[in-house]
C-alpha cells in the first residue's frame, strides 16, 4: 500500500490513542519526594508535580520494583559517612501509663 492509504486503512482498525503524554519521571520524582518529605496525602500534592494518581501509581510501582532501595544503596555507597541520622518517634510505643507518669511519682514539671 501507498503510505497515504496505509495511514487511512490503519485508522479504521486501531483506535486513536485517548492517553495524555507520558509525565516526566524527575517532575514525577520530586512529586514523590515532596509528598514523602512533607507527609501529604497524595491528593494534597502540588500540580505541578502531575496529578496525583500519577505521582501514587508510580511510586508504587517503583517501590515494588525495588528501584527507591536501588537508589538509596547508590546514594550511601557514594558517602560513606552518614551526616544526618533519623529517627521517626511515631513508631516507638510508650507504656499506656506514661503520659500519667509525672502526677504518679511526684515529680514537679516545669
Do not use: C
Amino acid at each position: 500500500m501507498a503510505d497515504g492509504r496505509a495511514d487511512g486503512a490503519s485508522a479504521a482498525f486501531f483506535p486513536k490513542s485517548h492517553g495524555k503524554p507520558r509525565v516526566d519521571d524527575r517532575r514525577v520524582l520530586s512529586g514523590i519526594i515532596f509528598v514523602n518529605r512533607n507527609g501529604l496525602r497524595w491528593r494534597d500534592a502540588p500540580r505541578e508535580y502531575g496529578p496525583h494518581k500519577t505521582l501514587y501509581n508510580r511510586w508504587k510501582r517503583w517501590g515494588d520494583m525495588g528501584i527507591f532501595m536501588r537508589m538509596m544503596d547508590g546514594l550511601a555507597a557514594q558517602k560513606a559517612e552518614p551526616r544526618t541520622i533519623m529517627i521517626d518517634a511515631t513508631y516507638l510505643k510508650a507504656h499506656r501509663t506514661a503520659s500519667s507518669l509525672r502526677l504518679k511519682k511526684g515529680i514537679q514539671g516545669d
